[in-house]
Antibody
């Protein structure tokens, strides 16, 4: 059974960089046809897609976050990562990693709350 | 890209049906047959309920059905049960491997 697990600091200071890792187990991150993505949800609000990466390294981003987001993949560790620069309080959210294919996210991590505060 | 529009809330009594709409544009919902629906209970990650407009993943009850017409997709939950009370989000592919989510609908079982 495929499992995804987010990890990283739960508290980030304003203007700094938010860094998260998603570890994939029970399956390979190099599987053909699947993308690996980050989605976030501010407390009490809706879902927002951040971006995807393919195992080859190809990335796609939400235009509203493109200038601040960077997703990378480490196939040797079966992990992919998110860096979000110059964070503000508006970036406080539960961050989910997920496996995507043909427009849907079939597997999700449990999510990790990241709070931006000094 | 703007969020897809969903009604904030919907409700029904046990055994009844509830339908949730999801309105986008020709650049997302109307342009691709890649609409999906997610159920989210409090403090849990979203769960995929429908993909590719109307397909159900294994394990999802057939009480959940969905369709699309033009720029609007719809999710219907028939035979409402207490455990169906949750937030529901639609999502659509939106070109260049982008995705957009709906604003979310809180379903209450009366």
């Amino acid at each position: 059974q495929l499992q995804l697990q987010e990890s990283g600091p739960g508290l980030v200071k304003p203007s700094e960089t938010l860094s998260l890792i998603c570890t994939v187990s029970g399956g390979s991150i190099t599987v053909i046809g699947y993308y690996w993505g980050w989605i976030r949800q501010p407390p009490g609000k809706g879902l927002e897609w951040i971006g995807n990466i393919y195992y080859s390294g190809r990335t796609d981003y939400n235009p509203s976050l493109k200038s601040r987001a960077a997703i990378s993949v480490d196939t040797s560790k079966n992990q992919f990562s998110l860096n979000l620069t110059s964070v503000t309080a508006a970036d406080t959210a539960v961050y989910y990693c997920a496996r995507l294919r043909a427009g849907y996210a079939g597997y999700w991590g449990q999510g990790t709350l990241v709070t931006v505060s000094s | 890209q703007s969020a897809l529009t969903q009604p904030p809330s919907a409700s029904g009594s046990p055994g009844q049906s509830v339908t949730i709409s999801c309105t986008g544009t020709s650049s997302d919902v109307g342009g691709y047959n890649y609409v999906s629906w997610y159920q989210q209970h409090p403090d849990n990650p979203p769960k995929l309920m429908i993909f590719e407009v109307s397909k159900r993943p294994s394990g999802v009850p057939d009480r959940f059905s969905a369709s699309k017409s033009g720029n609007t997709a719809s999710l219907t939950v028939s035979g409402l049960q207490a455990e169906d009370e949750a937030d529901y989000y639609c999502s659509s592919y939106a070109a260049s491997n982008n995705y957009v989510f709906g604003t979310g609908t809180k379903v209450t079982v009366l």
